[in-house]
């Protein structure tokens, strides 16, 4: 079963933020929070993760709160090709497999 | 460029045949992952390698058989034994660095249809 909790879609206008929450709130001390997304009828791309302090990379920042029990992920400026479903995962680092939820499908409006 | 690719990306088979679905990576990655993923849902586990010549079942490997003879293929057969192959198949591989699994790379996918 997931460990996280996400809403079921989301919509953002272009060119603005897109904030996408993610409740962990059982998450062990040894486990990361890992987000991908899978736009429609494609294989799941990595986006980032993180362990306690917010990351950021070219495509998203991620800001874990302080008791790690829950997480955004953050696309700066959304476009249209960021329309896709969003996973938010909690797992040990090189864990076997990544148990996938439901995630958020998050619709970009022009 | 370097990736994993899935062939064919849209399979039709008769109810009752076996047939195999293909997984190439040219990534150098030892550990190779295979999802099944239905309308509307997220993905599960079917079955996964660390190493060639080895292979562990994972959340629904009933009706389904793998193979990795070499590091860069992982072969899918599912077999007429699956109650409901009907779905999206995906591959997936990771590499390692220091000593951990880095995150999962995911072919683009193959969508067997069984009638």
């Known amino acids: 079963d997931a460990k996280t909790t996400q809403p079921p879609s989301m919509d953002c206008a272009e060119g603005r933020a897109a904030n996408l929450p993610c409740n962990h709130s059982?998450?062990?001390?040894?486990?990361?929070v890992y987000w991908y997304r899978q736009i429609h009828s494609q294989g799941p791309q990595y986006i980032i993760h993180g362990l306690k302090n917010n990351e950021t990379n070219e495509m998203a920042s991620l800001i874990i709160t302080e008791d790690r029990k829950s997480s955004t992920l953050i696309l700066p400026h959304a476009t249209l090709r960021d329309t896709a479903v969003y996973y938010c995962i909690v797992e040990i680092q090189g864990a076997q497999k990544l148990v996938f939820g439901q995630g958020t499908r998050l619709t970009i409006n022009p | 460029d370097g990736g994993i690719t899935q062939s064919p990306k849209y399979l039709f088979r008769k109810e009752g045949q076996n047939v195999t679905l293909s997984c190439e990576q040219n990534l150098n990655h030892d550990a190779m992952y295979w999802y099944r993923q239905d309308p509307g849902q997220g993905l599960r586990l079917i079955y996964y390698?660390?190493?060639?010549?080895?292979?562990q079942k994972g959340d629904i490997a009933e009706g389904y058989s793998v193979s990795r003879e070499k590091k860069e293929s992982f072969p899918l057969t599912v077999t007429s034994a699956q109650k409901n192959p009907t779905a999206f198949y995906l591959c997936?591989?990771?590499?390692?660095?220091?000593?951990?699994?880095?995150?999962?790379?995911f072919g683009p996918g193959t969508r067997l249809t069984v009638l």
């Open positions: 997936a591989s990771r590499g390692t660095s220091g000593g951990y699994y880095n995150e999962q790379f």
């Open positions: 390698s660390q190493i060639v010549n080895d292979f």
């Open positions: 059982t998450i062990s001390g040894n486990e990361y």
